[in-house]
């Protein structure tokens, strides 16, 4: 927390609503009062945490004061004639730090207090007038201690206050984990009568000590400070928190969800909203002998009932036992929220029922409230299903888009004869499902009712006596029953679908969309003519595109295309006849699906494919995407994060692999070339050393030829004259045996009578 006392806000209109402004960033004073407090700022610390961002967004639009009948706070002023009373009503003003600070700042606080100062932090949270600690999202030592100092700061200060403050601490109920039932009665419940006998986990034993510290920090205050320690049952609701791996399992259509252990235990839960209202109410009454307060919902499920409701709402249906210590092999939880699920508490909320009045959300508990909860669960994390059609002529390319919009986006993607062909597999497997039989105590009647349905619908595809189930040979009524079916289903219902090449005509369109008996509750009512088709929103296409091109240019393109692609849409043969049949179906606007689209104002956007010239048609596709918009999902989970990275491992190392054996190539290569230029150059140099040293020889011939006949013979004699001489200068003499015996010379053997040679 920053200590600049520059930065702080200043003005009476500040001074006089306790000193925060909103949207600004509060730093200490640096002359402090001596009870400076804003009675109406509530701080939670860590307000953009599951608890923490709901609880501050709901106190954010309640008035100050309404849990207390007839003491709404609101200021009075006179009109300009001094006799009207303008009344203004007095919101609480939330104030909070951030867990994250990469994050957003939530729209409802006033101001984002920073906890990087301890000391500052510490003198600055006795201006607000109520504290809030939530202990569920932070388990830590410095929780812990954290908390404890607020508590000995309140403590210390409270003869300084002539306004009381409040202290709330959000636990759970790990305090109560080894609690036994009032005189080992199994049906006996627990309730707030019962804290001083509670028994825990030794692992949560600093927990309840935290709680008995918090409770204690009230007393010995003459009033001056209200500490109050909430303990929260499981909170569900929202985006959902400790329940969301469920939650997701069963939005990504898992064939079961997990049941740990028998499933019997009785798991205490509360809903989000259900704990928000207990909290105001905590804050406005102020409970003078109770402070410690159980926050449950009336009606306590086990965890396999809790779990049956998530997977019959988003899921198969099904369930499945599992030991009861995979629990804590699930990576998307924490061992906190593991032990959460195993509770066994059969606990209620005695004090608030006695002396809150709160008009309760889920005063039947979860299994009741599973749609809502369902419905809170899409919209907050962004799930909405997409729903798309793509229609078109007849190889136009709608399955080649269709699918790579499938897998952008992961959608659902049918052709209109795989939907009816696979559906018929899916229908059989439904008909004989059982619900695993040692699961005891859930509702079937979900069961009972799919099964039901799938029974129904095999026994209508029988009646057709057709050899081959698809679409061409069924009636239209119940190929349009099957696609209601299968769209109308969890899978299609969580993620989306895109469907390809349906409705054809305006009746199909009719049937399909138009709710039946059974989808009153989802009915829609047309706002065109009054008394118009009851439309079923689950089905209403949010994007629908029609690809357009000339018969010329389709015609080519199918010649193109490989053999194989042209046979398994059965096109080789009588492509003409069917595109022919397509132009006529649409030759009348009247009977055609686009008038119907118009009479319901249902928007379709026109794509014209004849420029795309891209492989795969990626140009419509990234177009498409574009007007899609951002995918509405999870994205890829962690196994599948996992596994790209492995992948994009695996690639680099295989890159990397591959560069170092190119590089050992080219060295390689290059050594051999070096090797193979020196052996050539070596065998040039060769044959150059010859090619001169015969031409040496040759030129020596004559010269050879010369010395043994005019050199060699008198010089050999004179060599072995000196032999047989050996005088002492042996030179000398041989020099005087070639002068006196040179053959051609002037020495006596030429020259006997010694005439000089003219």
């Known amino acids: 927390?920053?200590?600049?006392?520059?930065?702080?806000?200043?003005?009476?209109?500040?001074?006089?609503?306790?000193?925060?402004?909103?949207?600004?960033?509060?730093?200490?004073?640096?002359?402090?009062?001596?009870?400076?407090?804003?009675?109406?700022?509530?701080?939670?610390?860590?307000?953009?945490?599951?608890?923490?961002?709901?609880?501050?967004?709901?106190?954010?639009?309640?008035?100050?004061?309404?849990?207390?009948?007839?003491?709404?706070?609101?200021?009075?002023?006179?009109?300009?004639?001094?006799?009207?009373?303008?009344?203004?009503?007095?919101?609480?003003?939330?104030?909070?730090?951030?867990?994250?600070?990469?994050?957003?700042?939530?729209?409802?606080?006033?101001?984002?207090?920073?906890?990087?100062?301890?000391?500052?932090?510490?003198?600055?949270?006795?201006?607000?007038?109520?504290?809030?600690?939530?202990?569920?999202?932070?388990?830590?030592?410095?929780?812990?201690?954290?908390?404890?100092?607020?508590?000995?700061?309140?403590?210390?200060?409270?003869?300084?206050?002539?306004?009381?403050?409040?202290?709330?601490?959000?636990?759970?109920?790990?305090?109560?984990?080894?609690?036994?039932?009032?005189?080992?009665?199994?049906?006996?419940?627990?309730s707030e009568e019962n804290y001083r006998f509670r028994r825990t986990h030794p692992l949560y034993r600093d927990l309840q000590l935290l709680e008995r510290y918090v409770v204690a920090s009230g007393k010995m205050t003459k009033g001056m400070v209200k500490a109050y320690v909430i303990g929260a049952g499981v909170v569900y609701g929202g985006e959902e928190n400790c329940l969301h791996h469920w939650f997701k399992s069963g939005w990504h259509n898992s064939k079961h969800l997990q049941v740990y252990g028998e499933g019997k235990n009785r798991v205490p839960t509360i809903y989000l909203k259900d704990l928000a209202k207990i909290v105001q109410n905590v804050v406005e009454s102020t409970p003078l002998n109770q402070r410690y307060i159980i926050a449950v919902d009336p009606f306590i499920s086990q965890q396999n009932q809790v779990v049956k409701a998530i997977s019959d709402a988003l899921g198969t249906g099904r369930i499945k036992r599992f030991p009861q210590e995979d629990v804590y092999l699930n990576r998307e939880l924490t061992t906190f929220q593991a032990d959460q699920i195993l509770l066994d508490l059969n606990i209620e909320s005695k004090f608030c029922k006695n002396h809150f009045q709160i008009d309760r959300e889920a005063e039947n508990g979860f299994p009741i409230m599973i749609n809502r909860v369902v419905g809170e669960y899409r919209t907050d994390r962004n799930l909405?299903?997409?729903?798309?059609?793509?229609?078109?002529?007849?190889?136009?390319?709608?399955?080649?888009?269709?699918?790579?919009?499938?897998?952008?986006?992961?959608?659902?993607?049918?052709?209109?004869?795989?939907?009816?062909?696979?559906?018929?597999?899916?229908?059989?497997?439904?008909?004989?499902?059982?619900?695993?039989?040692?699961?005891?105590?859930?509702?079937?009647?979900?069961?009972?009712?799919?099964?039901?349905?799938?029974?129904?619908?095999?026994?209508?595809?029988?009646?057709?006596?057709?050899?081959?189930?698809?679409?061409?040979?069924?009636?239209?009524?119940?190929?349009?029953?099957?696609?209601?079916?299968?769209?109308?289903?969890h899978p299609c219902q969580n993620q989306g679908f895109i469907l390809d090449g349906f409705p054809e005509t305006y009746d199909q369109a009719k049937l399909l969309f138009v709710a039946d008996e059974h989808s009153a509750e989802y009915a829609q009512e047309d706002e065109g003519e009054e008394g118009g088709d009851l439309l079923d929103i689950r089905l209403i296409p949010d994007r629908v595109f029609f690809l357009e091109a000339p018969d010329g240019f389709l015609k080519d393109r199918l010649a193109s295309l490989p053999i194989t692609k042209v046979q398994e849409r059965h096109l080789e043969n009588n492509y003409e006849e069917v595109l022919a049949k397509y132009r006529r179906i649409n030759e009348i606007y009247e009977k055609s699906v686009l008038a119907y689209f118009d009479e319901h104002e249902i928007i379709y956007v026109p794509v014209d494919v004849v420029a795309d010239e891209t492989s795969f048609m990626k140009q419509t596709v990234s177009l498409l995407s574009i007007i899609l918009g951002r995918p509405r999902n999870y994205g890829i989970s962690k196994e599948e994060e996992e596994a790209l990275k492995n992948a994009q491992k695996f690639e680099l190392a295989e890159k990397e692999q591959k560069e170092l054996e190119d590089l050992a190539l080219l060295e390689s290569t290059e050594l051999e070339e070096r090797r193979k230029n020196i052996q050539k150059w070596m065998g040039k140099l060769a044959k150059v050393k010859k090619e001169e040293f015969e031409r040496e020889e040759s030129s020596l011939v004559p010269l050879r030829n010369y010395l043994m006949s005019h050199v060699v013979p008198t010089l050999t004699r004179g060599l072995i004259d000196v032999t047989r001489a050996r005088p002492d200068d042996p030179i000398d003499f041989l020099a005087e045996y070639l002068f006196q015996n040179n053959p051609g010379g002037i020495g006596p053997v030429n020259n006997p009578g010694g005439k000089k040679q003219k």
Not at 84 to 96: F, P, Q
Not at 461 to 467: F, T, Y
Request: aromatic share 8%; hydrophobic share 35%; net charge negative.
């Open 1 to 190: 927390m920053d200590s600049e006392p520059e930065e702080h806000y200043e003005g009476s209109e500040s001074e006089e609503e306790g000193g925060f402004s909103i949207g600004t960033i509060v730093f200490p004073l640096q002359q402090e009062q001596k009870d400076f407090v804003d009675e109406r700022a509530i701080l939670i610390n860590d307000a953009d945490t599951y608890i923490g961002a709901y609880l501050g967004k709901y106190l954010s639009e309640q008035i100050v004061g309404s849990t207390v009948s007839g003491s709404e706070d609101a200021d009075e002023e006179l009109g300009e004639d001094g006799e009207e009373t303008i009344t203004t009503t007095r919101y609480w003003k939330i104030l909070g730090t951030l867990f994250d600070r990469k994050k957003i700042v939530p729209s409802f606080l006033w101001a984002v207090m920073k906890n990087d100062d301890y000391t500052a932090y510490m003198k600055e949270i006795l201006k607000c007038g109520v504290i809030i600690y939530d202990i569920t999202s932070d388990q830590s030592p410095q929780r812990f201690a954290e908390i404890r100092a607020v508590c000995d700061s309140l403590r210390s200060k409270w003869p300084t206050f002539k306004i009381k403050r409040v202290f709330i601490l959000i636990s759970s109920l790990h305090s109560w984990s080894n609690t036994s039932p009032p005189l080992n009665d199994p049906k006996a419940v627990l």
């Open 384 to 489: 909405i299903p997409l729903k798309v059609i793509i229609l078109g002529p007849p190889g136009v390319g709608k399955s080649t888009i269709g699918r790579q919009i499938s897998d952008l986006y992961h959608l659902h993607h049918f052709t209109l004869n795989e939907l009816v062909m696979s559906t018929r597999d899916l229908l059989k497997e439904v008909a004989g499902d059982e619900t695993e039989p040692d699961i005891a105590d859930v509702d079937r009647r979900a069961d009972d009712l799919a099964r039901n349905t799938a029974l129904a619908l095999l026994g209508d595809i029988d009646e057709a006596e057709v050899d081959v189930i698809n679409s061409d040979q069924l009636p239209k009524e119940l190929v349009v029953k099957i696609i209601r079916y299968r769209l109308l289903g």
